[in-house]
């Protein structure tokens, strides 16, 4: 077992993430699907873009119904990724980087091929039969929310072998486990510690509202969810430091708030509503929307942090806004009913923007420097398009487009093998957009995320400051302080496609220089009167202020 | 020489920051802080439920209010329980005051918001009356929807009145404009009214801002100048108009001269327009109508006759210039019995109009004059209406009135032969 260099036990505050999926990312057998050999072969690209830590979709066995996020066997490789060797060799070269890896645990349901709900609807009476959820009637906890309305009628499905139901919040192939139950939660644990022991460095936890059921309730965020996950997270503390649990809880931010106890449920938690209205802000070209959510944001224990991001794996969802609101983005973005999903909008970040640089750049930007760790989509860093059409949310987990060559550089199996197709359309094809081609080029949009990602991390303020939003009159104009001890920057967006000017109240730092944090660039020291800035059409400025 | 500016430098800032909208709301103001809260929030209401992904901005133009105005329009809160929606908007609200200069009236404070609208570039401009309580949020709608939604240009009201009430409007200034221009508008000289931008944009640039068509005419002069200008016109029902109790307003003579003095005006600038027009075609109306009151503001009819006889022998010197001798015999006749009896019949009274309308594009006295000898007339027949009508159902009235149209446009031929003959008797 290895470890990275740097060994604060809060690095993931400090941590740029990177989200990938083995199986799309570098195929090295050519069996055209993704594997750990292929992706170690890739881990020097990883670093220099800047990233620190790698968030691995699913890698387990599973029947791949829905794309491994049905686990069944939690402590294993799927074959077709290497195997246990490879994975450790991964791992090695990894914190040899001086990066880690957090994993998917996917802790809310298995697969119904896992070995555990095999058994337990073999008989009633066996004794894993309390492992999962199970009713007479399929009128239990009636009211609940169905989560993938576009598949799922109901929260309950009828296993004709035993003749009752089975209660699924997800896909009706992934029984819920029953949390209820104390060896449950200790079989979980047990987990959790086989891949600690390999030497990952945390997970992102898959579900979380979800673990218990109570009748009249709407089975989320139920006070004895919080006591599993504390008795989880307890566990932690007791065995292993400098550990990270992240916490995907698609909810308001009151009620993630939650999920980081008084540091003793989760050290990190997505930020889902912040997303949508970053888009939005862009759309609308005002920041009310963004500024709104994050004032809204209730503040977190100091060891914690958010998580935040512009796009993941699954489709941009929209259930943390309002219905004039998700409206307004599928009209906005999703004018194609086929780009649509469940709640949300199947899409990448370049096609969302339109392949527009200019405001890909911005609410990169914006991403860098709102208070939270960032978390990076592989292939949005060098626009990498999508295929709506591929059903599910596959169209988002198209393969790493790595050069011009066959497949993209991703495998030379025949294309016809692939795990997934790769993008070859003219505009996102990986033809016209891939690393090789990227890396040549000084000012593509690789190299200059890479700038972007240096830049954030040249200072803590945005990992660790305070944020201060100053309000301008002009509302297409978002400006704000990030502080922390003596260090101050100043952010300012222009979310419109037109030019803007803006005054700026800084008074309070009349005195102050404001350096360009790019590049570093003098600008008229501040006074006392209004600090006048024009911005051009999605134009943002870092400044740090230094007194000088 | 620099040209003067018409928005301040602070305003200019103010809008920089507002930026392009799509619907602007101008409330024009002088002293109204006991009615303008309400109006503001049915305005903030308004693109809240109506308008969550239009760009909006109200602007409030004040004429130097000393109540504190401006300070509520500012200020207002809109957090209480039913205006909450209004926090929840997709957009920023922009509310701006600020003070007009220039000629002190509607007419100013209109030319500023209308410069505001230019400046963003407002796809549609809505005014709204800061005394008139009846304004809801579906007031907005109702006068923004057809420019924004299809492509009218100016948008007029149509209040919820009864027959028997607003004669100014229903005797002379409607059926008056209907005939002269074409077209069958119901409240031609209303103080609400929508429109485009680029409408706006071009009343900015024309010379009727400082004159006193601007200054007590503007209303009128506005619905005249979208029809010369040949956009497309609609109506849209707004529902009851209530003025506030104890708004201060001029008093009938003052009222009835600015009036029929810019409407008479209007028509003699415009004459181009309207002289070749003939008969009337109806506006579309978008949106189903409001029922009007049960019950008609109180007009005393007999009151309104009881000086008739003497005010004709009172102004035998000044009606000899105006009328023609059968027209002014007829009004003598009438005269001579007792109000109650007295009868001032429909092609009477149009006749009585064109000849006054005549004289005072002729030039025949002062226009004041002409315009101040019209309205014992016009009291009159008022009065011989309202008596002839009382107690009939409102179907009943409404049929009189279009009757009354119908004369005008019948008689049109004859105003057009008095407009443009020479000036005599």
């Known amino acids: 077992m290895s470890g990275p260099s740097t060994h604060a036990t809060d690095w993931y505050k400090d941590a740029l993430f990177y989200q990938l999926h083995v199986k799309t990312f570098c195929d090295s057998d050519g069996d055209g699907v993704g594997d750990f050999r292929g992706l170690t072969s890739k881990l020097d690209y990883i670093r220099d873009l800047g990233v620190t830590c790698l968030w691995l979709l699913p890698m387990y066995p599973s029947p791949f119904r829905d794309d491994g996020y049905d686990i069944a066997d939690y402590c294993s490789i ?5 195997t246990m060797d490879d994975f450790r060799v991964f791992l090695d070269e990894v914190h040899a980087r001086d990066m880690r890896v957090i994993t998917e645990l996917v802790v809310n349901h298995t697969s119904d091929q896992h070995q555990w709900f095999k058994e337990a609807r073999s008989s009633r009476e066996h004794p894993r039969r309390d492992w999962y959820v199970w009713s007479d009637t399929d009128d239990r906890y009636r009211g609940v929310r169905i989560i993938f309305t576009d598949t799922e009628q109901s929260n309950w499905a009828w296993d004709p072998g ?8 997800f896909f009706s192939h992934q029984p819920d486990l ?18 600690l022991d390999v030497g990952v460095d945390g997970f992102r936890v898959d579900a979380v509202p979800y673990l218990i059921e109570r009748d009249g309730t709407s089975c989320e965020n139920l006070p004895e969810t919080h006591a599993v996950l504390k008795f989880l997270r307890r566990r932690l503390d007791e065995h292993y430091t400098g550990k990270v649990l992240l916490a995907e809880a698609n909810q308001w931010p009151e009620d993630v708030r939650h999920y980081f106890g008084q540091d003793d449920e989760f050290h990190m938690a997505f930020h889902f509503p912040l997303m949508p209205r970053m888009f939005m802000a862009l759309r609308l070209e005002d920041r009310k929307p963004l500024v709104e959510i994050v004032e809204r944001t209730p503040a977190i224990p100091e060891s914690c942090q958010w998580g935040i991001f512009l796009r993941n794996h699954d489709e941009l969802t929209l259930e943390m806004v309002t219905d004039v609101e998700r409206d307004f983005m599928y009209d906005e973005y999703a004018r194609d009913p086929v780009a649509r999903i469940n709640v949300g909008i199947r899409r990448r970040l370049a096609p969302l923007l339109e392949g527009d640089r200019r405001r890909i ?99 803590p303020v945005f990992s660790r400051g305070s944020i ?74 870092w400044f740090r202020l230094r007194r000088l | 020489m620099p040209q003067p500016s018409l928005l301040t430098d602070d305003l200019v800032q103010q809008l920089m920051a507002v930026g392009q909208v799509d619907i602007l709301v101008g409330i024009p103001t002088l002293n109204n802080a006991s009615t303008i809260g309400p109006v503001v929030r049915a305005v903030h209401l308004a693109f809240a439920r109506y308008f ?53 009236g509607k007419g100013s404070a209109l030319r500023q918001i209308f410069a505001a609208a230019d400046l963003l570039q407002a796809r549609a401009v809505a005014v709204l009356d800061p005394d008139v309580t009846s304004v809801t949020p579906e007031w907005v709608r109702a006068l923004v929807a057809p420019v924004v939604g299809d492509g009218f240009g100016f ?31 119901a409240e031609p000289q209303a103080a609400e009214f929508g429109c485009s931008g680029r409408f706006a944009a071009d009343c900015v640039e024309l010379d009727v801002w400082d004159t006193p068509l601007a200054q007590f005419g503007i209303d009128l002069w506005l619905t005249g100048r979208a029809i010369a200008s040949g956009c497309r016109l609609c109506q849209a029902p707004l529902g009851p108009r209530t003025v506030a109790t104890g708004t201060h307003r001029p008093g ?174």
């Open chain 1, 162 to 169: 035993t003749k009752q139901y089975y209660w699924h919040r």
């Open chain 1, 361 to 459: 750049e911005l609410m990169n930007g914006m991403l860098m420097s709102l208070p939270g760790s960032p978390f990076l989509y592989y292939g949005d860093e060098i626009g990498m398009g999508d295929n709506i059409y591929l059903g599910d949310r596959n169209g988002v987990r198209t393969p790493m487009q790595w050069s011009g060559g066959w497949n993209g550089g991703f495998s030379s199996a025949d294309p016809e093998r692939l795990a997934q197709p790769v993008i070859s359309n003219a505009v996102y094809g990986y033809q016209s957009v891939n690393v090789e081609a990227q890396r040549r080029t000084d000012h593509s949009l690789l190299n200059w995320t890479r700038r972007l990602i240096a830049a954030r991390k040249s200072s």
């Open chain 1, 178 to 195: 029953n949390y209820d139950n104390p060896a449950v939660q200790e079989e979980i644990w047990r987990a959790m510690r086989f891949w």
């Open chain 2, 252 to 425: 009938l003579s003052e009222t009835f001269g600015q009036v029929v003095g810019s409407l008479f005006t209007l028509l003699g600038t415009q004459a181009d327009t309207w002289l070749p027009r003939t008969g009337s075609d109806p506006l579309p109306v978008l949106g189903p109508p409001a029922p009007p009151p049960a019950e008609p503001a109180r007009l005393d009819g007999e009151r309104l006759l009881q000086s008739f006889g003497t005010n004709v022998r009172d102004l035998k010197s000044v009606l000899d210039a105006i009328l023609v001798p059968e027209t002014e015999s007829a009004l003598e006749a009438a005269a001579l019995g007792q109000p109650a009896d007295l009868r001032f019949p429909d092609d009477l009274w149009v006749a009585t109009v064109y000849q006054f309308l005549a004289a005072h594009h002729q030039g025949v006295m002062r226009r004041e004059h002409v315009t101040q000898a019209l309205l014992p007339l016009y009291l009159a027949r008022t009065g011989s209406f309202v008596l002839q009508h009382a107690g009939t159902d409102a179907a009943s009235v409404d049929a009189a009135l279009e009757a009354l149209c119908l004369e005008f446009e019948r008689a049109k031929p004859y105003l057009v032969q008095r407009w443009t003959g020479a000036p005599s008797r």
């Open chain 2, 52 to 104: 969550q992904r239009e760009r909006t901005v109200l602007i409030n133009s004040d004429g130097g209010s000393e109540d504190g105005t401006p300070a509520i329009v500012r200020d207002l809160s809109l957090d209480e329980p039913d205006t909450l929606v209004v926090r929840h908007a997709l957009r920023t609200t922009h509310r701006i005051s600020a003070p007009y200069h220039g000629v002190p």
């Open chain 2, 155 to 185: 948008v007029a009201p149509v209040y919820a009145r009864h027959p028997l009430d607003g004669p100014l409007v229903t005797q002379l200034v409607r059926p008056l404009l209907r005939a002269a221009y074409g077209l069958r508008l």
């Open chain 1, 78 to 82: 799927h074959p077709a990724y290497g």
């Open chain 1, 468 to 541: 201060v939003f100053l309000k301008p009159v002009n509302h297409r104009v978002l400006a704000f302080l990030r502080s922390l001890d003596r260090e101050q920057v100043l952010v300012v967006c222009n979310l419109a496609g037109t030019a803007q000017a803006v005054q700026l109240d800084l008074k309070d730092y009349a005195g102050a220089v404001p350096i360009e944090m790019f590049g570093k660039s003098v600008f008229p020291r501040i006074g006392e009167a209004p600090y006048v800035l024009t911005l051009g059409p999605y134009d943002f400025f």
